[in-house]
Nanobody, 126 residues
Framework: QVQFVQSGGGLMQPGGSARLSCAAP????????IGWFRQAPGKEREEISCISSSDGSTIYADSVKGRFTISRDKAKNTVYLQMDSLKPEDTAVYYC???????????????????WGQGTQVTVSS
């Protein structure tokens, strides 16, 4: 079964930075848009960023725009989420996944995503 392997995260201070990594099989980055999601306690899972496979274009949720940056390294088959200026409200479990129905990002429904990573906890607290 194909699954992403995530790394990074942990306890961060407000205003700090962290980088999450998402390692995927080779073909996934070539053919599918890759999204980063997060789920806070008692809340629904939300898409916060996505990078398209075809042209590398990116989208961000308003809550993270200007603070988070998604990128990919095809040579390493890895997608990254650089998180800067962290806030306590960024506390959540973060996931990466592939949209197996599309090559372009566009705030698509969760059911289009597959190959979910195992999730990584990010806690922002002083």
């Amino acid at each position: 079964q194909v699954q992403f392997v995530q790394s990074g995260g942990g306890l961060m201070q407000p205003g700090g930075s962290a980088r999450l990594s998402c390692a995927a099989p080779t073909f996934v980055l070539d053919y599918y848009a890759i999204g980063w999601f997060r789920q806070a306690p008692g809340k629904e899972r939300e898409e916060i960023s996505c990078i398209s496979s075809s042209d590398g274009s990116t989208i961000y949720a308003d809550s993270v725009k200007g603070r988070f940056t998604i990128s990919r390294d095809k040579a390493k088959n890895t997608v990254y989420l650089q998180m800067d200026s962290l806030k306590p409200e960024d506390t959540a479990v973060y996931y990466c996944a592939a949209n197996t129905m599309r090559v372009l990002c566009g705030h698509h429904p969760l059911y289009e995503y597959d190959y979910w990573g195992q999730g990584t906890q990010v806690t922002v607290s002083s």
